[in-house]
Nanobody
Framework: QAQLVESGGGLVQPGGSLRLSCAASGITLADYGIGWYRQAPGKEREGVAFISNSDGDIGYANSVKGRFTISRDNAKNTAYLQMNNLKPEDPAVYYC????????????????WGQGTPVTVSS
């Protein structure tokens, strides 16, 4: 059964860094676009970053541009989100998703989603 498993979330001080991982099993991640999305309490899920299956198209939300970097390691069947200079507005549950086509709008159910990993930013 195909699944995505996120890890790497946790508590970090403002200005700190975290690297989230999205490990895939049952699918070949290289065949899919990968997106990272986040959802804070009381808010809708929003797109953070995405990378196309060819790596030719990468996008970042304005709120994270210059601080977050999305990447993938096809040999490890894993995608990453490097988050630097974390700010008080970044806390949320972060999800990865895999779909043939995706962008900032979260892909609908039926595509592959992980269970989420929480990120907390607090001093």
């Amino acid at each position: 059964q195909a699944q995505l498993v996120e890890s790497g979330g946790g508590l970090v001080q403002p200005g700190g860094s975290l690297r989230l991982s999205c490990a895939a099993s049952g699918i070949t991640l290289a065949d899919y676009g990968i997106g990272w999305y986040r959802q804070a309490p009381g808010k809708e899920r929003e797109g953070v970053a995405f990378i196309s299956n060819s790596d030719g198209d990468i996008g970042y939300a304005n709120s994270v541009k210059g601080r977050f970097t999305i990447s993938r390691d096809n040999a490890k069947n894993t995608a990453y989100l490097q988050m630097n200079n974390l700010k008080p507005e970044d806390p949320a549950v972060y999800y990865c998703a895999a779909a043939f086509e995706l962008g900032f709008v979260p892909p609908p159910p039926g595509n592959y989603w992980g269970q989420g990993t929480p990120v907390t930013v607090s001093s």
